[in-house]
């Protein structure tokens, strides 16, 4: 099956415009110096590109995709999960949303994971099939669970989909198959058993998502997510850098606590490393320390933030793409996976203004770019929180 149909533009989109205000974000300390207005349409323009570029329609059934060409496989449910997040928070300017929603929805639900079938299989091939064993990714099923908590908000849960029974059953799946019953933290996926006792006790960083875990407690009434919780600003607190607040792509608990893991486990040779998986703690901790004010996690955030603002100058240009914990640069190469997530955990530091307003210059001028699929998606949902449109349950 040839990757080509691509999910085009309806004519109204052309004039998309947000109705409604912004989303408070209430424990911001600077926001973008930007009106609301250009925040909304620098948005709405990447939006736009965004959806002609990665959202597909190449597997049937009324299904759409999100094509990721820079992953391991074309279909991944990273994407799929990312997708769903967006078209629920774009709902409020795309009138479309809903059908992509509903589309990426379909696809979720055609590809079960082999393990558990409310999580969802974590790859796909470009003829849509299952690949890889057929089993899931935690980070995947997380942000599905939480676009189907928001499709609940915005749409009911009384038509043909119950959004909000999906969410509960994935909530619940994802604590019983991805979540270390010992440590509390984030297993990789449901494959990760105790059979590999090396990868049983590792976690991938990008992961720990803590303002998730207090939404999966209100929405499942399971206080055992409040342990979770506790164990992840614990682990956040005892494994970044205390001078750079840099955080491993996978760390490992064992008898002296946690510590970043050495050389490969699961991906690269830079797997202890802060690199295209820890990249995205400055979002995820960020995102925890705007919307709840937590202190562990506005600690952290701001600690990386105050790292990569003196390091660069205040020139975001100069953020590379890859850095052992103790701040050493080991790729130059600009990415926004890299720099973008970096505006989030700058709206924590109330001495961050100039370095916010820096970034959020470059993200309004930065375009999609093929190919760039896992940048450009991170850098979109970084948008919609600057721009006060990221919407929550």
């Not at 597909?56 to 391991?72: F, K, L, N, R, T």
């Not at 996926?189 to 720990?208: C, E, F, H, I």
């Amino acid at each position: 099956m040839l990757l080509a149909a691509v999910v085009s533009c309806s004519s109204s989109e052309s004039e998309l415009s947000f109705s409604g205000e912004p989303t408070a974000l209430p424990h911001a300390a600077v926001r973008p110096s930007a009106s609301q207005d250009d925040r909304d349409r620098a948005l709405i323009d990447f939006y736009r590109a965004w959806k002609d570029e990665y959202v597909h329609e190449d597997c049937g059934d009324g299904a759409y995709q999100i094509y990721s060409p820079d992953a391991a496989y074309p279909f991944v449910s990273e994407a799929q999960g990312y997708g769903l997040t967006i078209a629920a928070m774009m709902s409020g300017a795309d009138p479309d949303a809903r059908d992509l929603f509903d589309g990426l929805l379909t696809y979720v639900l055609d590809h079960p994971s082999t393990r558990t079938p409310d999580l969802m299989a974590a790859e796909q091939d470009a003829d849509c099939v299952d690949k890889a064993g057929g089993d899931s990714a935690t980070d995947g099923d997380m942000d599905v669970a939480y676009g189907l908590l928001l499709a609940d908000r915005l749409w009911g849960s009384d038509g043909d989909v119950d959004y909000r029974d999906l969410a509960v059953k994935r909530i619940r799946a994802v604590k019983d198959k991805t979540v270390n019953p010992s440590s509390e933290l984030m297993l990789l996926g449901d494959w990760d058993t105790t059979v590999d006792p090396q990868l049983y006790a590792t976690t991938r960083t990008s992961d720990w998502m803590p303002y998730y875990f207090r939404v999966f407690q209100e929405a499942t009434g399971d206080t055992a997510w409040s342990a979770i919780a506790d164990a992840h600003r614990s682990a956040v607190a005892d494994l970044r850098d205390p001078d750079t607040g840099l955080l491993p792509d996978f760390a490992r608990t064992g008898g002296d606590g946690i510590e970043p893991v050495t050389g490969k486990v699961l991906e690269t040779a830079n797997d202890g490393d802060y690199s295209f998986n820890a990249c995205r703690v400055p979002w995820r901790l960020g995102t925890d320390a705007l919307l709840t004010g937590d202190a562990s996690s506005t600690s952290a955030a701001r600690t990386i933030d105050a790292w990569f603002r003196s390091t660069t100058g205040g020139d975001p240009g100069r953020v590379g793409s890859g850095y052992r914990l103790d701040g050493t640069r080991e790729d130059a190469d600009e990415s926004n996976a890299f720099w973008a997530p970096l505006a989030v955990s700058a709206m924590t530091d109330p001495g961050g203004q100039r370095w916010l307003d820096a970034l959020w210059t470059k993200l309004a001028e930065n375009d999609v770019e093929r190919g760039n699929y896992y940048g450009d998606t991170i850098q979109l949902q970084v948008m919609l929180l600057l721009s006060g449109r990221y919407l929550t349950v």
